[in-house]
């Protein structure tokens, strides 16, 4: 099967090059890299090029730089590699594409849901967000979503996890689409990130490197349901990027009604693995809670919580609810409203009074499906 080139972070980029056929002429026919690399003359002596060294490190340079900076769609697009590599690689690798199926701009102009297709007929979704400091991009790292939360559309299938390719590739069409530079990722959109650990690690790699759009770190957030190993994993990955993760209720009793996930992994656990990814990194953790009417809005809710996060450097981010019209999921979120505006703002005020950080958030593209819990994979 070819390799999906986009989704190679550089290390195995220059592995899978390594990987190639060794010691041919070809890649050492053309421009060696000015720092003294092989002879431009064909030669006898095994190995060569891209089998070690210099040559080997600017050729995976060269060619991650068309995929990830310049967001190349084909082979002959790099024409700074010999033709002879060129033409390896054709029979050996894929560049997969995704072409935009739909595009819908909520009313206000500041936000804009994309579909992408991909050569396998997946439907990807996407969001772009404007904010005060700039635009954000919600990717999507799987096609539908296998957690189950009642309230979240994206439950409602599942038809695979995405290579990281495709879930780079999403900021790259945006980019290309506005003519614009996006500042911030935040893996958000459908699917659970964790669930699809080592491809996600690869896109973020690929968005962050230098050779590439360069996004830094602190400027991406991953969001998650707790999936307590991958956050133990993910701090030990040496990153700064931001966690995020959806508690939506104080107490076991209640996010087991609610999130799936809660019946694997209890809110002190979770909590626990949040603290120790604060600690690791030294950033501040996020935590995520949808205000839905009647359900998880009350003052004791707000106080239980408050206690939980108390001693911790935890940032509350307070969602709208989005009503979502669950036709094959669960049933049980059908009837949920978002909190009226009077509770929402005694549970902001009661977290803030205890001294816990918390904003009340606003909400974003609603109108054209595009706010939290509102893609799915159609
Ligand atoms: N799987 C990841 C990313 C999911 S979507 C996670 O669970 O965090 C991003 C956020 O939207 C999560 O906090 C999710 O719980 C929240 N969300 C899902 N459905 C929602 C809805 N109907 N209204 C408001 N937020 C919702």
Redo the contacts with the bound molecule.
């Keep these: 099967m070819d390799t999906d080139l986009r989704s190679l972070t550089m290390e195995e980029l220059k592995l899978f090059l390594k990987s190639l056929p060794q010691g041919r002429p070809e890649f050492s026919r053309t421009t060696a890299p000015a720092d003294g690399g092989p002879s431009s003359r064909p030669t006898d002596k095994p190995p060569l090029a891209c089998s070690s060294g210099s040559l080997l490190e600017f050729r995976a340079a060269q060619i991650f730089e068309w995929l990830h900076k310049h967001c190349a769609g084909s082979f002959d697009d790099m024409t700074n590699l010999p033709k002879v590599l060129r033409e390896e690689l054709k029979k050996v690798a894929s560049i997969p594409k995704i072409k935009t199926s739909k595009k819908l701009q909520s009313s206000n102009k500041d936000a804009i849901k994309y579909l992408f297709e991909t050569d396998k007929a997946t439907i990807i979704e996407s969001v772009w967000m404007k904010y005060s400091y700039g635009s954000a991009v919600c990717v999507s790292t799987q096609a539908g ?1 296998r ?1 189950g ?1 009642v ?4 439950s409602a299938s599942f038809s695979g996890s995405l290579p990281a390719g495709d879930i780079c590739a999403q900021v790259y069409a945006i980019q290309r689409d506005l003519n614009e530079r996006v500042s911030r990722v935040v ?3 459908c ?3 964790l669930d699809n650990y080592d491809n996600f690690l690869a896109a973020l790699r690929c968005l962050n490197s230098k050779q590439g759009q360069n996004i830094g770190q602190r400027n991406m957030t991953v ?3 707790g999936l307590v190993p991958k956050i133990y994993a993910l701090a030990g990955e040496g990153l700064q990027v931001t966690l ?3 508690l ?1 209720a104080p107490n076991d009793q209640l996010r087991q009604r609610l999130m799936p996930i809660a019946r694997k992994y209890t809110v002190t656990e979770v909590l626990r693995a949040c603290k120790y990814y604060g600690d690791k990194t030294k950033r501040r953790v996020t935590i ?1 809670y ?1 205000l839905i009417k009647d359900v998880n809005d009350s003052r004791e809710c707000a106080r239980e919580l408050a206690g939980k996060l108390r001693g911790a450097m935890f940032h509350v981010n307070l ?6 019209n669950v036709e094959r999921g669960s049933t049980i ?1 059908k009837d ?1 409203l978002p909190a009226d505006k009077e509770s929402a703002e005694n549970f902001t005020h009661i977290l803030r009074n205890s001294g816990i950080p918390a904003t009340l958030r606003r909400g974003l593209g609603e109108d054209v499906d595009a ?5 799915r994979s159609y």
């Design positions: 979503c957690m939360c309230f979240c559309a994206s893996f958000m959109g699917g659970e990130p969001s998650t349901c995020a993760v959806s939506h995520e949808a969602i709208p609810f989005n009503r979502v979120a949920f706010a939290c819990g509102q893609l």
